[in-house]
């Protein structure tokens, strides 16, 4: 059966989204980017980049491009609120986007579980990655955590689930990429490589 469309969700929870920013919430993605080790220079792509808790990891990791998505409008101006400077398209990830040049890193956050088409979305990193370049989707909290959360918050997010290893490797498989990993531990870290030649 579909799960119901997000709507509003996230738009309701935008104002008070960074209350919910606890120092383990940094110390996990502090952990997700020394796993990623990203080297500096790199064009980056941040999906569903909510109020953009991600945007100051990636400028310390010397990030030299970044981009945001999100489909919610009350992120996205939370967002420009906070973080002017940096660039931020207002899109559905899961609709084809006409970005300017390719990226060298896409990182799907504390997000994936909120997709209804997840292969659309493999194949869609992967037509916006350069030869070589990596998708990362990642969480803060490990898989039986995030879905306890999920059940808890009830409503239209009550059945995003973080679906098992063995399909999100699947998922990478089958758009393409190579060099997979998928670790759910403390928290919950995966990564595919575009081929070089691809
Ligand atoms: C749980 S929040 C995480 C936000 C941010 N990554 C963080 O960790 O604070 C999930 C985000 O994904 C966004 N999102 C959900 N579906 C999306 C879609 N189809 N396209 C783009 N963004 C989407 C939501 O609007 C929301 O901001």
Known sequence: MSRPPLGGFFD??????DDCQTPGLHEAIGRIFAAASFRPGL???DVGAGTGVLYPHFQAAG?????????SPEMVRQFRAKHPEARILESDYEQPISFPGLF??????????????EETVFRLTHSYLSPGGRLFICHSMNREALNEHHRNAGGVVSEDILISDERIAGHYRKAGFVSIKVENADCFFSEGTKPPHA
């Open 43 to 45: 064009r980056v792509l």
């Open 12 to 17: 309701g929870h935008a104002p008070t989204w």
């Open 104 to 117: 060298d890193a896409v990182m799907i956050f504390n997000a994936f579980p909120h997709f209804r088409n």
């Open 63 to 71: 990030a030299g491009d970044y981009t945001a998505v999100d489909i």
